[in-house]
Every structure is written in structure tokens, then in C-alpha cells.
């Protein structure tokens, strides 16, 4: 389990440094000077002073070799450096964009464990049934729609239908479009007040995909479980159908169901993009959005730095869950076998 361990935290080394080294070249690449970008924009004419202060700052006029050098000594003592728009240090942005996040993040891991897999385990104990159908039916769609269609048609219909000037329900029922809200949480990710209004949306947008992903994986698994031998064997012993679901079917069928879910809990952040941008939601998504968009590459490499970060780690995580979920998994010398 230890050398397991130490190679995979290994491996993460060379990820990390070639998806950042990627977009770090890439930035080079796209349209548009930074420089120009930085001093007015393209629409102006900045002063040639202006231009060169700029670039020597920046270390712009360096060779690209060199600034890419100059990067990674900054980003290996972890100074990730500073906004070209505001100034201010991609670790003080990192501190406030990422509570944002990652609170919506949980909250959409949660809805995909508790809906996707309730769901996928009735549809498959009542296989064929019109639960099932209209599973199956519901997460094709909910798989199909784009996040961002999602997110506003869900503000449509439960924020701006609702409101005064349409179905008039009443205040607390009525859901907000957009923005985090109040702020107000109790251990970290529990909404208290009026918090839980501005979250709802965006945490059931950004779960959609992956909740139709986890019931339509866990049906399928679960079939495939309580065809086993040991599942008949149960049942002869005189065992609640209950007790042959749950301890015996559920347990070998959640494999690869937590694979998925592991996986989404580190892609979460990241994939929030759309959805933190559609409801202004001021996360790691919408931060690296805006980046891009203003070409402010400190902020786009250095967020995007600690995605991949915790993708990895808990991508690693996810391995070493499955010596839990199936003790005929080993992790030793020769891997998982």
C-alpha cells in the first residue's frame, strides 16, 4: 500500500507540470497582446512609455524560455504571483474564490449521491416498471441539456415566474437568480437565513449532469449485481429483500458508482465555469472564466493550478477507496489487482 501510495503522489508531479505548462504556452499563443491589453486595450492608444514600463515589469521582453523558467521557480515556493488587472496576489484571490466553490461543490456531490444513487437502485429493483421508465427518460434529458440552458431555465421558471409580477408566490418561496446571497452558513456549507435561496439553483445545475450520470450508472450495476450467484444464495438463506439489497447487492454494485462520484468531486470545481458564471456565482469557475477572458494569466494558472491539484489528489483517494468497498482489491507492490 505504501509504494502504491508513494507512486501515484509521484505521478501527480508530471501532471500537474504539463497542464499548466500547456496553458502557460497557450497564453502565448491566442490573439491578442497583454501588453496593450494591460496598458487600455486593443481600442486605445497607450502611451509608448506606458508600453514599456509594461513590459519590463512583467518580464514580458524576456525570451519565452525564461519566463517560463521564472514561472515555475515562483509557482515551486508557491507565489503564484499577482493579478494583471487588480494587483492583487492569485493566494488572496485563491483564499476568497475557493470557499465559494467548494461549498457549492459539496453541496452538488451531495445531491448527486443521495438522488443519483436512490434513484438508480429503485429503477433497478423495479426494473421495466414506470419508475423506471421515466428514469430513464428523465436522465437522458437531464445528460442532454447544456448547464447553461439548465441554469436559466431553472431561474425562469422558480425565480423569475414566481416573483411579484407574474405568479406572485410568496417571498420565501420564492427563489433568487443570481449572486451567493447573504453569506451566511453554519459548519462551513449549512445555508442559514435566506442562504439556501441563492444556493438551490446553482447546486442542482451544477449536479444535473452527473446525478443522471450516477442513477443511470447505479441501475446498471445494481442489474448486473443481483444476477450474481451470491445474490440467489442470499435469498435462500431466508434474508429480507431489504438486507440482500443493501448489504450484499449495493455494496459490490458501488465500485464503479464511486469512481464516478470521486471523480466529479474533483472535477466539480473546475467544471463550474458555466455554472457559476450563469448565476454570478463568485467561485473558482466564474474566477478562471473572467481570466481568460481579460487575459490575466496569473489568476487563469494559478486557479487553475489548484484544480488540477485536487483533481489528482482525489482521483488518488478514489484508488485507495476501493481496498474498502471490495476486500478482494488489494493494493500492494504490483498495484491494484
Known amino acids: 500500500m505504501t509504494s ?5 503522489l509521484l505521478l501527480i508531479i508530471p501532471t500537474v507540470f504539463f497542464a499548466i505548462s500547456f496553458l502557460f504556452l497557450l497564453f502565448f499563443t491566442l490573439p491578442g497582446d497583454p501588453v496593450t491589453l494591460l496598458a487600455g486595450g486593443a481600442d486605445r492608444n497607450p502611451n509608448p512609455v506606458t508600453i514599456q514600463q509594461i513590459t519590463e515589469r512583467y518580464g514580458f ?13 515562483r509557482t515551486l515556493v508557491w507565489d503564484l504571483g499577482h493579478s494583471y488587472q487588480t494587483n492583487r496576489s492569485v493566494n488572496s484571490v485563491l483564499g476568497d474564490r475557493a470557499v465559494a466553490s467548494i461549498r457549492l461543490g459539496i453541496w452538488a456531490v451531495l445531491i448527486e449521491v443521495v438522488v443519483g444513487i436512490s434513484v438508480g437502485i429503485l429503477s433497478a429493483i423495479r426494473r421495466y416498471s414506470i419508475a423506471d421508465r421515466m428514469t430513464t427518460i428523465i436522465t437522458a434529458g437531464a445528460s442532454a441539456i447544456p448547464v447553461f440552458v439548465l441554469g436559466f431555465l431553472l431561474q425562469y421558471f422558480f425565480a423569475v415566474l414566481p416573483g411579484p409580477n407574474y405568479w406572485n408566490w410568496p417571498e420565501w418561496a420564492q ?26 439553483l446553482p447546486a442542482i445545475t451544477l449536479a444535473s449532469v452527473s446525478t443522471a450520470l450516477a442513477a443511470r450508472m447505479t441501475r446498471g450495476s445494481m442489474l448486473e449485481v443481483m444476477r450474481a450467484d451470491y445474490m440467489r444464495t442470499a435469498r435462500a438463506k431466508g434474508l429480507r429483500e431489504r438486507d440482500v439489497v443493501t448489504r450484499h447487492g449495493l455494496r459490490n454494485a458501488m465500485l464503479p458508482v464511486i469512481t464516478l462520484i470521486g471523480i466529479d468531486f474533483g472535477t466539480v470545481i473546475g467544471a463550474a465555469v458555466l455554472t457559476e458564471t450563469a448565476f454570478s456565482w463568485p467561485g473558482l469557475g466564474s474566477a478562471i472564466s473572467e481570466s481568460v477572458e481579460q487575459r490575466d494569466l496569473p489568476i487563469t494558472l494559478g486557479l487553475t493550478l489548484v484544480v488540477v491539484i485536487a483533481y489528482s489528489i482525489i482521483n488518488l483517494m478514489v484508488d485507495v477507496s476501493y481496498a474498502w468497498f471490495d476486500p478482494r482489491i488489494r493494493l500492494g507492490k504490483g498495484g491494484a489487482s
Open 61 to 73: 521582453d524576456d525570451p519565452l524560455y525564461v519566463q517560463f523558467e521564472n514561472y515555475w521557480k
Open 4 to 8: 502504491y501510495l508513494i507512486r501515484r
Open 175 to 200: 427563489l433568487r437568480t443570481s449572486f451567493i446571497g447573504p453569506n451566511t452558513w453554519a459548519l462551513f456549507f449549512i445555508p442559514t437565513g435566506e442562504q439556501w435561496r441563492y444556493l438551490i
